[in-house]
Protein backbone atom coordinates (compact mmCIF):
# COMPACT_ATOMS: atom_id res chain seq x y z
CA UNK A 1 0.00 0.00 0.00
CA UNK A 2 1.49 3.12 -0.84
CA UNK A 3 0.12 5.93 1.25
CA UNK A 4 0.72 10.01 1.13
CA UNK A 5 0.82 12.16 4.28
CA UNK A 6 0.27 15.72 3.17
CA UNK A 7 0.72 19.01 4.73
CA UNK A 8 1.97 17.62 8.49
CA UNK A 9 3.97 19.43 10.31
CA UNK A 10 6.32 16.67 10.61
CA UNK A 11 8.73 16.24 14.00
CA UNK A 12 11.37 13.69 14.27
CA UNK A 13 13.56 13.95 17.43
CA UNK A 14 16.42 11.80 15.85
CA UNK A 15 17.11 14.54 12.98
CA UNK A 16 15.71 17.60 14.92
CA UNK A 17 13.54 18.51 12.07
CA UNK A 18 10.37 20.48 12.68
CA UNK A 19 8.87 21.53 9.35
CA UNK A 20 5.71 21.50 7.31
CA UNK A 21 6.28 18.67 4.50
CA UNK A 22 4.73 15.27 3.23
CA UNK A 23 6.03 11.75 3.70
CA UNK A 24 5.16 8.58 1.50
CA UNK A 25 5.12 5.44 2.33
CA UNK A 26 5.42 2.23 0.25
CA UNK A 27 5.98 -1.53 0.99
CA UNK A 28 6.11 -0.85 4.80
CA UNK A 29 9.11 1.61 4.92
CA UNK A 30 9.17 5.39 4.33
CA UNK A 31 10.34 6.17 1.00
CA UNK A 32 10.91 9.84 0.83
CA UNK A 33 9.91 13.37 2.69
CA UNK A 34 9.69 16.17 0.88
CA UNK A 35 9.71 15.81 -2.77
CA UNK A 36 7.58 13.16 -4.17
CA UNK A 37 9.86 9.94 -5.58
CA UNK A 38 9.45 9.55 -9.36
CA UNK A 39 6.88 6.99 -10.42
CA UNK A 40 4.93 7.51 -7.07
CA UNK A 41 1.27 7.20 -7.08
CA UNK A 42 -0.81 7.00 -3.72
CA UNK A 43 -3.60 4.78 -2.90
CA UNK A 44 -4.56 6.64 -0.52
CA UNK A 45 -3.95 10.70 1.03
CA UNK A 46 -4.04 11.77 4.58
CA UNK A 47 -4.65 15.38 4.38
CA UNK A 48 -2.30 16.50 7.95
CA UNK A 49 -3.10 20.31 7.59
CA UNK A 50 -2.90 21.58 10.91
CA UNK A 51 -1.24 17.76 12.42
CA UNK A 52 1.64 16.81 13.82
CA UNK A 53 3.32 13.65 12.40
CA UNK A 54 5.76 11.67 14.43
CA UNK A 55 7.20 8.65 15.21
CA UNK A 56 4.66 6.01 16.16
CA UNK A 57 4.96 5.85 20.35
CA UNK A 58 7.03 3.16 21.65
CA UNK A 59 5.45 2.35 25.47
CA UNK A 60 8.17 0.53 27.71
CA UNK A 61 5.30 -0.92 30.21
CA UNK A 62 2.05 -1.95 29.30
CA UNK A 63 0.47 -4.91 30.45
CA UNK A 64 -2.16 -6.61 27.71
CA UNK A 65 -3.32 -9.38 31.07
CA UNK A 66 -3.05 -12.14 28.30
CA UNK A 67 -2.66 -14.85 29.71
CA UNK A 68 -4.11 -15.69 32.78
CA UNK A 69 -5.89 -11.83 33.56
CA UNK A 70 -8.55 -11.75 30.58
CA UNK A 71 -11.23 -10.96 33.13
CA UNK A 72 -9.18 -7.40 33.33
CA UNK A 73 -8.50 -7.00 30.25
CA UNK A 74 -7.77 -9.08 26.54
CA UNK A 75 -5.40 -8.32 23.64
CA UNK A 76 -7.92 -7.13 21.91
CA UNK A 77 -9.06 -4.88 23.86
CA UNK A 78 -5.94 -3.39 24.70
CA UNK A 79 -4.31 -3.50 21.12
CA UNK A 80 -6.79 -1.09 20.18
CA UNK A 81 -6.50 1.00 22.99
CA UNK A 82 -2.55 1.30 21.75
CA UNK A 83 -3.18 2.08 18.56
CA UNK A 84 -5.75 4.86 20.02
CA UNK A 85 -3.10 6.46 21.74
CA UNK A 86 -0.67 6.16 18.46
CA UNK A 87 1.32 3.30 20.34
CA UNK A 88 3.31 1.64 17.34
CA UNK A 89 5.35 -0.70 19.56
CA UNK A 90 5.12 -1.53 23.28
CA UNK A 91 6.92 -3.95 25.62
CA UNK A 92 4.70 -5.95 28.37
CA UNK A 93 6.19 -7.26 31.34
CA UNK A 94 6.05 -11.10 32.21
CA UNK A 95 3.77 -10.94 35.41
CA UNK A 96 1.23 -12.99 33.76
CA UNK A 97 -0.33 -16.30 34.68
CA UNK A 98 1.49 -18.13 34.29
CA UNK A 99 4.79 -15.84 34.02
CA UNK A 100 6.54 -15.49 30.68
CA UNK A 101 8.77 -18.09 31.74
CA UNK A 102 8.69 -20.29 29.23
CA UNK A 103 9.45 -20.53 25.43
CA UNK A 104 5.84 -21.82 24.62
CA UNK A 105 4.59 -18.50 26.39
CA UNK A 106 6.47 -16.36 24.33
CA UNK A 107 5.34 -17.72 21.14
CA UNK A 108 2.20 -17.88 21.99
CA UNK A 109 1.74 -14.57 23.03
CA UNK A 110 3.66 -12.99 20.19
CA UNK A 111 1.77 -15.25 17.16
CA UNK A 112 -1.08 -14.13 18.63
CA UNK A 113 -0.12 -10.39 18.68
CA UNK A 114 1.21 -10.16 15.41
CA UNK A 115 -1.99 -11.91 13.62
CA UNK A 116 -3.89 -8.85 14.70
CA UNK A 117 -1.65 -6.38 12.10
CA UNK A 118 -1.61 -3.92 15.05
CA UNK A 119 0.98 -2.72 17.50
CA UNK A 120 4.65 -4.53 17.68
CA UNK A 121 4.08 -5.93 20.74
CA UNK A 122 7.71 -7.18 22.63
CA UNK A 123 7.48 -9.55 25.31
CA UNK A 124 9.72 -9.18 28.47
CA UNK A 125 10.98 -13.09 29.60
CA UNK A 126 10.71 -13.78 33.29
CA UNK A 127 14.05 -13.43 34.90
CA UNK A 128 13.41 -16.10 37.96
CA UNK A 129 10.91 -19.03 37.37
CA UNK A 130 7.45 -17.96 38.35
CA UNK A 131 9.31 -15.16 39.14
CA UNK A 132 9.77 -16.65 42.57
CA UNK A 133 13.23 -15.16 42.70
CA UNK A 134 15.20 -18.60 43.26
CA UNK A 135 16.26 -19.84 40.37
CA UNK A 136 16.79 -18.62 37.06
CA UNK A 137 15.03 -19.00 34.17
CA UNK A 138 16.46 -20.35 30.65
CA UNK A 139 17.20 -16.92 29.23
CA UNK A 140 18.66 -17.84 26.19
CA UNK A 141 15.79 -20.07 25.07
CA UNK A 142 13.40 -17.32 26.16
CA UNK A 143 15.71 -14.96 23.81
CA UNK A 144 15.49 -17.09 20.73
CA UNK A 145 11.41 -17.25 21.39
CA UNK A 146 11.12 -13.28 21.55
CA UNK A 147 12.20 -11.92 24.27
CA UNK A 148 13.82 -8.69 24.23
CA UNK A 149 15.05 -8.37 27.60
CA UNK A 150 14.24 -9.81 31.39
CA UNK A 151 12.59 -8.85 34.68
CA UNK A 152 10.63 -9.84 37.37
CA UNK A 153 8.00 -7.10 36.78
CA UNK A 154 6.63 -5.94 40.57
CA UNK A 155 7.95 -9.10 42.15
CA UNK A 156 10.57 -8.81 44.63
CA UNK A 157 14.46 -10.72 44.23
CA UNK A 158 15.06 -10.21 47.42
CA UNK A 159 17.94 -12.98 47.48
CA UNK A 160 21.40 -10.97 46.54
CA UNK A 161 23.32 -14.20 45.52
CA UNK A 162 20.41 -14.92 42.80
CA UNK A 163 20.56 -11.41 41.53
CA UNK A 164 24.40 -11.26 41.25
CA UNK A 165 24.07 -14.67 39.15
CA UNK A 166 21.44 -13.23 36.83
CA UNK A 167 23.50 -10.58 36.11
CA UNK A 168 26.14 -12.67 35.43
CA UNK A 169 24.73 -14.09 33.07
CA UNK A 170 22.61 -11.66 31.30
CA UNK A 171 26.66 -10.12 30.65
CA UNK A 172 28.01 -13.10 29.40
CA UNK A 173 25.19 -13.21 26.79
CA UNK A 174 24.66 -9.88 26.42
CA UNK A 175 21.11 -9.88 27.59
CA UNK A 176 19.59 -6.91 29.15
CA UNK A 177 17.92 -7.11 32.89
CA UNK A 178 14.88 -4.48 33.46
CA UNK A 179 14.59 -4.45 37.39
CA UNK A 180 12.23 -2.11 39.21
CA UNK A 181 14.80 -0.54 42.50
CA UNK A 182 12.11 -1.10 45.45
CA UNK A 183 12.98 -2.95 48.64
CA UNK A 184 11.29 -5.43 49.69
CA UNK A 185 11.40 -5.39 53.44
CA UNK A 186 11.19 -1.77 53.54
CA UNK A 187 7.85 -1.19 51.29
CA UNK A 188 6.49 -4.72 52.56
CA UNK A 189 2.74 -3.56 53.67
CA UNK A 190 3.05 -0.08 52.39
CA UNK A 191 0.28 1.78 50.12
CA UNK A 192 1.94 5.36 50.12
CA UNK A 193 4.62 7.58 50.20
CA UNK A 194 5.83 8.10 53.69
CA UNK A 195 5.37 11.52 53.58
CA UNK A 196 2.78 13.94 55.20
CA UNK A 197 -0.69 12.52 53.20
CA UNK A 198 -0.11 9.39 54.64
CA UNK A 199 0.15 10.31 58.09
CA UNK A 200 -2.70 12.11 58.14
CA UNK A 201 -4.89 9.48 56.38
CA UNK A 202 -2.86 6.99 58.06
CA UNK A 203 -1.88 4.68 54.80
CA UNK A 204 1.02 2.38 55.56
CA UNK A 205 4.09 4.33 54.00
CA UNK A 206 6.84 3.31 51.41
CA UNK A 207 9.70 5.60 52.44
CA UNK A 208 12.14 6.95 49.74
CA UNK A 209 14.91 4.93 50.71
CA UNK A 210 13.28 1.88 49.79
CA UNK A 211 13.97 2.91 46.26
CA UNK A 212 17.39 4.33 46.92
CA UNK A 213 18.69 1.36 48.58
CA UNK A 214 17.25 -1.01 46.23
CA UNK A 215 18.87 1.05 43.88
CA UNK A 216 22.28 1.32 45.40
CA UNK A 217 22.49 -3.09 45.50
CA UNK A 218 21.83 -2.59 42.00
CA UNK A 219 24.46 -0.46 40.71
CA UNK A 220 26.76 -1.65 42.47
CA UNK A 221 26.39 -5.26 41.07
CA UNK A 222 26.58 -3.43 37.52
CA UNK A 223 29.92 -2.61 38.66
CA UNK A 224 30.60 -6.22 39.49
CA UNK A 225 29.11 -7.93 36.24
CA UNK A 226 29.09 -5.00 33.46
CA UNK A 227 25.83 -5.92 32.99
CA UNK A 228 23.36 -3.59 31.25
CA UNK A 229 20.18 -2.91 33.37
CA UNK A 230 17.28 -1.23 32.32
CA UNK A 231 16.15 0.51 35.72
CA UNK A 232 12.09 1.04 35.98
CA UNK A 233 9.71 3.52 37.57
CA UNK A 234 11.66 5.40 39.39
CA UNK A 235 9.64 7.91 41.71
CA UNK A 236 12.46 9.98 43.90
CA UNK A 237 14.62 12.58 43.83
CA UNK A 238 17.31 10.78 45.64
CA UNK A 239 16.80 7.99 43.26
CA UNK A 240 17.07 10.52 39.90
CA UNK A 241 20.50 11.68 41.61
CA UNK A 242 22.25 7.87 41.87
CA UNK A 243 21.23 7.58 38.44
CA UNK A 244 22.81 10.96 37.39
CA UNK A 245 25.98 9.79 39.58
CA UNK A 246 26.30 5.68 37.88
CA UNK A 247 25.72 7.38 34.18
CA UNK A 248 28.68 9.90 34.83
CA UNK A 249 30.62 7.23 35.92
CA UNK A 250 30.01 5.18 32.66
CA UNK A 251 27.90 2.73 34.12
CA UNK A 252 25.51 0.46 31.21
CA UNK A 253 22.28 2.00 32.88
CA UNK A 254 19.13 3.49 31.14
CA UNK A 255 15.89 4.14 33.38
CA UNK A 256 12.39 5.21 32.80
CA UNK A 257 9.59 6.84 34.83
CA UNK A 258 5.96 6.72 34.47
CA UNK A 259 3.38 9.23 33.30
CA UNK A 260 1.52 9.63 36.30
CA UNK A 261 4.47 10.26 38.67
CA UNK A 262 5.30 12.69 36.25
CA UNK A 263 2.08 14.90 37.03
CA UNK A 264 0.96 13.81 40.27
CA UNK A 265 1.81 13.56 43.91
CA UNK A 266 1.09 12.49 47.05
CA UNK A 267 -1.41 15.15 47.71
CA UNK A 268 -3.51 13.91 44.96
CA UNK A 269 -4.35 11.18 46.81
CA UNK A 270 -6.95 13.50 48.51
CA UNK A 271 -9.72 11.65 50.52
CA UNK A 272 -8.48 8.04 49.29
CA UNK A 273 -8.78 8.48 45.73
CA UNK A 274 -7.63 4.45 45.08
CA UNK A 275 -6.92 5.73 41.48
CA UNK A 276 -3.48 7.06 42.88
CA UNK A 277 -2.94 3.35 44.25
CA UNK A 278 0.14 2.75 42.37
CA UNK A 279 3.59 1.06 42.46
CA UNK A 280 5.49 2.38 43.03
CA UNK A 281 3.38 5.78 45.35
CA UNK A 282 3.04 8.79 44.04
CA UNK A 283 5.98 10.92 45.98
CA UNK A 284 6.12 14.75 47.29
CA UNK A 285 5.90 17.77 45.03
CA UNK A 286 9.89 17.70 45.67
CA UNK A 287 10.32 14.50 44.04
CA UNK A 288 8.06 15.47 40.92
CA UNK A 289 10.44 18.11 40.17
CA UNK A 290 12.97 16.22 40.39
CA UNK A 291 12.07 13.60 38.06
CA UNK A 292 10.65 16.63 35.31
CA UNK A 293 14.10 17.88 35.55
CA UNK A 294 15.90 14.42 35.12
CA UNK A 295 13.98 13.79 32.19
CA UNK A 296 14.79 16.90 30.57
CA UNK A 297 18.63 17.00 31.09
CA UNK A 298 17.93 13.17 29.74
CA UNK A 299 19.28 11.69 33.18
CA UNK A 300 15.59 9.67 33.28
CA UNK A 301 15.65 8.28 29.47
CA UNK A 302 12.11 7.80 28.58
CA UNK A 303 8.43 8.00 29.55
CA UNK A 304 6.28 4.64 29.94
CA UNK A 305 2.67 4.38 30.25
CA UNK A 306 3.08 1.97 33.14
CA UNK A 307 -0.63 0.68 31.68
CA UNK A 308 -1.80 -1.68 33.98
CA UNK A 309 -5.93 -2.41 33.49
CA UNK A 310 -7.68 -3.00 36.50
CA UNK A 311 -11.58 -4.27 37.23
CA UNK A 312 -13.91 -1.74 38.29
CA UNK A 313 -14.41 -3.49 41.38
CA UNK A 314 -10.75 -3.44 42.70
CA UNK A 315 -10.63 0.10 42.80
CA UNK A 316 -13.90 0.89 44.77
CA UNK A 317 -12.17 -0.79 47.68
CA UNK A 318 -10.78 1.32 50.87
CA UNK A 319 -7.34 2.48 49.31
CA UNK A 320 -5.26 0.14 51.22
CA UNK A 321 -7.40 -2.68 49.72
CA UNK A 322 -7.40 -1.78 46.03
CA UNK A 323 -5.80 -3.09 43.73
CA UNK A 324 -2.60 -0.82 42.20
CA UNK A 325 -2.54 0.02 38.43
CA UNK A 326 -3.36 2.91 36.49
CA UNK A 327 -4.92 2.58 32.34
CA UNK A 328 -2.30 5.28 30.49
CA UNK A 329 -1.82 3.72 26.82
CA UNK A 330 -4.18 6.15 25.56
CA UNK A 331 -2.92 9.39 27.93
CA UNK A 332 0.68 8.98 27.17
CA UNK A 333 0.72 11.42 24.17
CA UNK A 334 -1.16 13.81 25.62
CA UNK A 335 0.28 13.78 29.05
CA UNK A 336 3.56 14.39 27.51
CA UNK A 337 2.19 17.27 25.57
CA UNK A 338 1.01 18.70 28.43
CA UNK A 339 4.48 18.41 30.12
CA UNK A 340 5.85 19.99 27.05
CA UNK A 341 3.58 22.93 27.60
CA UNK A 342 3.90 23.46 31.24
CA UNK A 343 7.81 24.05 31.05
CA UNK A 344 8.13 24.97 27.68
CA UNK A 345 9.66 22.41 26.11
CA UNK A 346 10.57 22.21 22.86
CA UNK A 347 8.66 19.36 21.12
CA UNK A 348 11.57 17.82 19.26
CA UNK A 349 12.90 17.05 23.10
CA UNK A 350 9.22 15.74 24.91
CA UNK A 351 8.38 13.16 22.65
CA UNK A 352 12.14 11.96 22.25
CA UNK A 353 11.04 10.64 25.37
CA UNK A 354 8.29 8.19 24.10
CA UNK A 355 9.64 7.54 20.37
CA UNK A 356 13.21 7.32 19.57
CA UNK A 357 14.52 6.97 23.44
CA UNK A 358 12.59 4.31 24.23
CA UNK A 359 13.21 2.50 21.06
CA UNK A 360 17.02 2.94 21.88
CA UNK A 361 16.55 1.14 24.54
CA UNK A 362 15.00 -1.87 23.55
CA UNK A 363 16.85 -1.76 20.04
CA UNK A 364 14.55 -2.10 17.35
CA UNK A 365 14.44 -0.02 14.40
CA UNK A 366 11.68 2.42 15.31
CA UNK A 367 11.34 5.77 16.46
CA UNK A 368 12.49 7.93 13.86
CA UNK A 369 11.46 9.55 10.75
CA UNK A 370 13.59 8.73 7.42
CA UNK A 371 14.11 7.25 4.63
CA UNK A 372 14.09 3.06 4.80
CA UNK A 373 12.81 2.93 8.54
CA UNK A 374 9.90 1.65 9.34
CA UNK A 375 7.00 3.07 8.28
CA UNK A 376 5.62 3.12 11.92
CA UNK A 377 4.20 7.14 12.42
CA UNK A 378 1.28 8.70 14.41
CA UNK A 379 -1.14 11.92 13.18
CA UNK A 380 -2.47 13.83 15.77
CA UNK A 381 -4.54 16.72 16.44
CA UNK A 382 -2.55 19.14 19.32
CA UNK A 383 -5.33 21.47 19.38
CA UNK A 384 -8.18 18.94 19.86
CA UNK A 385 -9.96 18.35 23.56
CA UNK A 386 -11.10 15.51 24.95
CA UNK A 387 -12.45 14.00 28.34
CA UNK A 388 -11.29 11.00 29.92
CA UNK A 389 -14.24 8.90 30.64
CA UNK A 390 -15.11 5.49 30.63
CA UNK A 391 -16.35 5.44 27.46
CA UNK A 392 -13.74 7.57 25.78
CA UNK A 393 -11.14 5.02 26.63
CA UNK A 394 -11.23 2.15 24.76
CA UNK A 395 -9.17 -0.36 27.18
CA UNK A 396 -11.18 -2.54 29.07
CA UNK A 397 -9.46 -0.48 31.93
CA UNK A 398 -11.00 2.39 32.96
CA UNK A 399 -8.82 2.48 35.84
CA UNK A 400 -6.99 6.56 35.76
CA UNK A 401 -6.11 9.31 38.31
CA UNK A 402 -7.05 11.54 35.01
CA UNK A 403 -10.62 10.43 34.67
CA UNK A 404 -13.03 13.24 33.93
CA UNK A 405 -10.32 15.42 33.01
CA UNK A 406 -9.53 17.52 30.28
CA UNK A 407 -7.06 16.46 27.55
CA UNK A 408 -5.56 18.30 24.56
CA UNK A 409 -4.14 16.44 21.95
CA UNK A 410 -6.10 13.53 20.19
CA UNK A 411 -4.61 10.81 17.53
CA UNK A 412 -6.24 10.96 14.18
CA UNK A 413 -4.15 8.53 12.39
CA UNK A 414 -1.76 5.30 13.23
CA UNK A 415 0.35 3.55 11.35
CA UNK A 416 2.12 0.33 11.23
CA UNK A 417 4.14 -0.98 8.85
CA UNK A 418 2.74 0.67 6.23
CA UNK A 419 -1.00 -0.05 7.02
CA UNK A 420 -3.41 2.65 8.55
CA UNK A 421 -4.69 0.60 11.72
CA UNK A 422 -6.18 3.17 13.32
CA UNK A 423 -8.67 6.39 11.91
CA UNK A 424 -10.63 8.20 13.95
CA UNK A 425 -13.55 9.02 11.79
CA UNK A 426 -14.05 12.56 13.61
CA UNK A 427 -10.76 13.80 12.06
Known amino acids: ?81 ATVGGVTSLCCPPDTDPPLDEPGLVEMLKHRAHGRQQTNVYPLGALTQQLQGTRLTEMGELFDAGCIAFSQANAPLVDTQVLLRALDYAATFGFTVWLQPQDHYLSRGGVAHDGEVASRLGLPPI ?22 VHLCRLSSAKGVELVRAAKAEGLPVTCDISINHLHLTEHDIGYFNAHCR ?28 DHAPVDVDAKQLPFEAAE ?50 PADLCVFDPEREWVVTPTTLKSQGKNTPFLNLPMLGKVSHTVVGGFIIHEDARA
Not at 211 to 221: H, K, R
Not at 352 to 364: F, H
Request: proline share 7%; glycine share 8%; net charge neutral.
Open 1 to 81: MKIHIAHGRVIDPISQRDEQTDIYLAAGKIVALGRCPAGFSANRVIDARGKLVIPGLVDLSARLREPGYEYLATLESEMVA
Open 207 to 228: PSCAETIALSTILQLVRETGAR
Open 278 to 305: LIPPLRSLRDRDALRAGLVDGTIDALVS
Open 324 to 373: PGASGLELLLPLTLAWARDNRLALTVALDRITSAPARILGIPAGQLSPGQ
